[in-house]
């Protein structure tokens, strides 16, 4: 045994160590990578999904999105985007560029239902990021569902955000009233007339539910133009629902035309 | 033929020490009671804190922190003659990181739903005080099999407390076990509400402090240790 004490001893111990650590850790990274990626690949899909229905099985989730899930990109301005593709496009980094640049995945579901447009979002809870999806009507207003995801909020208080409780309540709420972002997640009592636009928070978790209001707010500001080109181009549930207001504020504009169009019963 | 077997197992049995004798036992029994890491060797408080709000997290933290206490010592152990003293501490932080780091990846790879929830736990396992402090108080000093149980034993020793805090947080502070409702909703209609300070960090600290107050003042042992 040579002397572990001496000088030499300990810096050779030292770099041989960090060797053989560095080359596992590295053969371990590399080596699990394409399994991870395509673990993550999968992930996404299954949350993109979740945002209209929630499905276990691995098989028909997969199944669902080939057939169901159309991908397209468009840009601040609303215009579709070719040569992008949009299920590589990472939120994250979006939302860091001038909004002018960004370029904006959106997933077209159609269903039994009709169509639904979900749109990913990104944000900051309070610990660290927070993520998800939403799903739209073909109204661009009103809410079919969402799914959040998160990295490391509170077990009990913010991870909450994850459970179908928290999620479901989005179903049928309106995002935004004519152009102004309206919808927001509060904590005690509930206005009749804003019941559309007011969801429950929860409790011991107003940061991250503060939260996933921003990411909200970002995402719709992100399509915006999108959603008014859509609007104005809309065919079949078109004008009606063009004008997303309050029955109090609708008789002014609205025609018997428009209030059939309004098929999501206010 | 079987009998000649039995007889040289027996043998090398006696003079190994045997895998489970009395002495390696109580490695296993003696940190889950009289000398625990969390109410007597006080370590490991952070993650105690942290990870108890509900149930599951706190199981699964407890099985994370058992494997890498386990492994982390037989490794420290089998190394222990090569160590040079001055670098010891460096040494035995690369392994448990790189242990931990190896734990995720798999995680990952191939249960990407757990790893999401766990990233944050796995990743705290490093911090912990009792992987550490077990490597330094026993692995450097023993051999790696006892090592190996010492490991075990500490880590079903922070788990059981764990597990305790959680269930008391758990079901006083969101009415829930696991997230199966336990407290009727009738109970609710009646004017029960959930306790919630139970959500809060700060309720560990009360639960650990009952914890040490009972353990200490009915186990005579452990009166004037510190």
Known sequence: MPNTNSNSYTFIYASVMTLVVAVALAAAATGLKPIQQQAIDFDKKRS?????????????????????????VVDAQGNEVQGVKAFDINMKAENKKNPADRKLPVYIYTGAEGKKYIIPMHGAGLWDEIWGYIAIDDDMNTIEGT???????????????TSPWFQDQFHD????????????ILKGRHEEKDKFYEVDGISGATITGTGVNNMLEKSFSNYKAYFAKLRTAGGNAGTGAATPTTPADTTATSTPQNAAGNKSGK | MSQATETTTAVQEQKKDAWFSPKNRKLITDPIGDNNPITIQILGLCSALAVTTQLKPAIIMAIGVTIVTAFANLIISAMRNTIPNRIRMIVQLVVIAALVVIVDQLLRAFV?????????????????????????????????????????????????ILVIIALLRESLGSGTILGYQIIPQAFYTAGYVNNGLMVTPAASMFI??????????RNPKLVDIS
Request: glycine share 10%; hydrophobic share 40%.
């Open chain 1, 48 to 72: 993109i999904i979740s945002a209209v229905h929630r499905l276990e099985d691995k098989k028909e989730i997969l199944k669902e999105y080939s057939e169901n899930v159309k991908e397209i």
């Open chain 1, 147 to 161: 799914y959040f995801d998160h990295k490391g909020e509170t077990p009990g208080l913010g991870a909450e955000i």
């Open chain 1, 173 to 184: 709420k309106k995002l935004s009233e004519g152009d102004q972002f309206k919808l927001h």
């Open chain 2, 112 to 160: 990407y739903d757990v790893s999401k929830k766990l990233s944050v736990f796995i990743g705290l396992i490093i911090t912990n005080c009792i992987v550490m402090g077990r490597l330094e108080a026993f692995a450097m000093a023993n051999k790696p099999w006892p090592s190996f149980l010492d490991g075990i034993g500490n880590g079903l020793g922070y788990g059981a």
């Open chain 2, 208 to 217: 650990i402090a009952i914890i040490i107050w009972i353990q200490r003042s």
